[in-house]
């Protein structure tokens, strides 16, 4: 038999736990056991995991800071809403639909992700991260003022308000401004929030046990040596930029198809950071650590229910301290003694048993 | 015209005032603190509680303030940033994440969520000149911003401590070897980072006089944004930077859109960054192979 590598094992099992995930809550559901502030948090769960998972590509496998992400989902996000809106009456299968907005969120987040990409990857470092803060902020800015409609002739765009669209009589606003997005179909389900986490995984991983993920690791690890051996730094570094950026639109247009409203406000400076969170948190590179971060960070809010008004303060200190305790080096060497007292015991085990 | 660039200046000002904690902070300990904003936050509730609950005269509650940030800014580089010094920088920055969240809902606990009106902390007559007025605030935040950039340059440039705080940010271990308390240095740079940020706090209120828990989020990205643009690490960098930052965010919003102003002061950011990716002061970074 051909032996699998270690890469592919652990990509079968990233896999392997989104389905048992599923497969679990699934039952929980047509059971009715789950409470329903818990079940509207699974398509969210599944959001976010995506987002965790693509910014991982970013800051994980490329080592770059990236503090605008939410933007990318927001774009997707608008973009799905308004594909929606407008296949409404065209296309009829809700499914195919859903396609159609989460394959159109991908495409112009990735456009968005390719013309921030070019000036952005120029620069390193905090300078990186302080410009990609600045997109994420031009971008809920413009949305902010964005107004778009759609009627018998087709789309209207408008940047001053709702009057100036110039609709028919039939005309519907879509994107209403600060108002955001009114009166959105649902169309997300758990089952094709699932399978898109199923893709967005397919890619990523495909992507970074690949010949150019182990360029693109090979720029995070070394620029200049990485260069040196003939790796186009550009291509590759705006290859995990845009890929990402895709990822996070497809993760916004599912979130917005969600919901009947959506804000622009939504996707500010605080859900980039939050995504950060999770990403540092499960562990920077690593996806399964991301999509299990993402996924225990988006329900800890509601877990901590019991604590109410202090539930933000108890989640902040948690925060600050797991921070310290996974990065002071005499926490960790506690840690380590802990481990090896634990696992030195197995191993000794398993040793004798061989 | 007039109007707007006094107006833009003082705005900036403010900013310049925020963006030196940050600088400081960032050439000192190489870390985004995300939580300066909040301390600026911090420090327009202190003074308002000291003027409008205690009574007390403007000048000791703005003192009060700023020994109360002061003190609050020790305390979390003691807690929660001095166990990760060795710590890679992203860890450091969730920290300060972490920290920002921590004061935002504290302060939403005790003050609530309800705006307070912030009273005017100075009440002066506005200077007139020819058809133009400029306010007291303007007035007295441009001079604030003055007096503190010219004391923080003396300072780091002739004291003893000064020249401490920028051998630490030159080489930590160099300057350790020299028999400077690094650490110490590290919490010095802290206080008057978040001194700074309490006198913000009172101008800016004073000026934009609406107090709420996220006030000083927005005004902290934008003064972090000015340090960038001035060049991160350099305190007169910050200072322009701040400043030109006021000046275009005014100015954009008057002539070109309300709306948009954000936007437009952030893609001014973008653009001098690709032209100068250290910002406008920012040292040269040459890389060694």
């Known amino acids: 038999m051909k032996k699998i590598s270690k890469s592919a094992r652990s990509s079968f099992i990233n896999y392997g736990i989104v389905l048992v995930f599923f497969i679990i809550f699934q039952i929980l559901l047509s059971m009715g056991r789950l409470s329903s502030s818990f079940s509207g948090q699974l398509i969210p769960i599944c959001t976010y995991v995506i987002m965790a998972v693509s910014l991982n590509l970013v800051v994980g496998i490329s080592g770059e800071l990236s503090l605008g992400h939410a933007g990318f989902m927001s774009v997707g996000a608008f973009s799905g809403v308004v594909m929606a809106a407008c296949m409404q009456n065209v296309v009829g299968a809700s499914w195919l639909r859903l396609i159609l907005s989460l394959a159109v969120g991908a495409l112009c987040a990735a456009a968005a992700g390719t013309i921030i990409g070019i000036p952005v990857l120029r620069l390193r470092g905090d300078y990186l991260a302080i410009v990609t803060l600045a997109f994420g902020e031009i971008i809920k800015n413009v949305l902010n003022c964005l107004y778009v409609g759609v009627d018998g002739h087709g789309l209207h765009v408008s940047m001053k308000d709702a009057m100036s669209l110039g609709m028919e009589a039939d005309g519907v606003t879509i994107i209403n401004g600060p108002m955001g997005a009114l009166g959105i179909q649902k169309l997300s389900t758990f089952a094709s929030a699932v399978v898109l986490v199923l893709i967005v995984l397919f890619v990523i991983q495909n992507l970074v046990n690949s010949r150019s993920g182990r360029a693109i690791k090979a720029i995070r690890d070394n620029r200049i040596a990485a260069e040196s051996c003939g790796i186009n730094v550009m291509k590759y570094k705006m290859t995990a930029f845009v890929v990402s950026a895709a990822m996070a639109g497809a993760a916004g247009a599912l979130y917005a198809l969600n919901y009947s409203t959506v804000v622009p406000k939504k996707f500010d400076f605080n859900t980039s950071i939050l995504i950060l969170v999770f990403v540092v948190l499960g562990g920077i590179g690593n ?14 809010p509601e877990m901590l229910r019991q604590f109410q008004d202090y539930r933000m303060l108890v989640y902040a200190v948690v925060l600050i301290v797991v921070m310290i305790l996974t990065n002071n080096r005499r926490a960790k060497d506690v840690f380590e003694k802990m481990k090896d007292a634990v696992v030195g015991k197995i191993g000794y085990r398993r040793q004798t048993n061989e | ?86 710590a890679t920088s ?200």
């Open chain 2, 90 to 289: 992203l860890a450091v920055l969730i920290t300060a994440i972490g920290v920002s969240y921590f004061l935002q809902n504290a302060a939403l606990l005790i003050w609530s969520s309800n705006p307070k009106a912030y009273p005017n902390m100075v009440a002066l007559p506005p200077l007139v000149i020819g058809d133009t007025q400029i306010s007291a605030v303007s007035l007295v935040t441009t001079a604030a911003c003055i007096v503190i950039m010219v004391v923080l340059t003396l300072f780091t440039n002739k004291t003893k401590l000064g020249k401490a705080m920028r051998a630490v940010s030159e080489d930590k271990d160099a300057a350790q070897l020299m028999g400077i308390n690094v650490n110490a240095t590290i919490s010095l740079t802290f206080a008057i980072g978040s001194g700074l940020a309490a006198i913000a706090g009172v101008l800016l209120c004073s000026a934009y006089p609406t107090l709420m828990p996220t006030t000083g989020a927005m005004p902290g990205i934008k003064a972090f944004t000015a340090a960038v643009f001035g060049g991160i690490g350099s305190i007169p960098g910050a200072m322009l930077g701040g400043i030109l930052l006021g000046i275009i965010e005014i100015f954009g919003k008057a002539y070109i859109s309300t709306q948009l102003s954000d936007a437009i002061v952030f893609s001014v950011l973008i653009l001098i960054l690709l032209v100068k990716p250290t910002g406008l002061l920012g040292k040269k970074i040459s890389e060694k192979v």
């Open chain 1, 287 to 300: 996806l399964r650590g991301s999509m299990i971060a993402a996924a225990v960070l988006t329900v800890l």
């Open chain 2, 1 to 86: 015209m007039l109007n707007y660039l006094v107006n833009g200046i003082s705005l900036g000002s403010v900013y310049a005032i925020i963006a030196l904690g940050y600088t400081m902070v960032y050439g000192i300990a190489k870390m985004l603190n995300f939580a300066h904003g909040d301390i600026i936050m911090v420090g327009g509730y202190v003074s308002f509680c000291a003027t409008s609950y205690l009574g007390l005269p403007v000048i000791p509650s703005v003192l009060l303030s700023v020994f109360v940030c002061t003190v609050l800014g020790i305390v979390i580089e003691r807690l929660a940033y001095k166990p990760l010094r060795a």
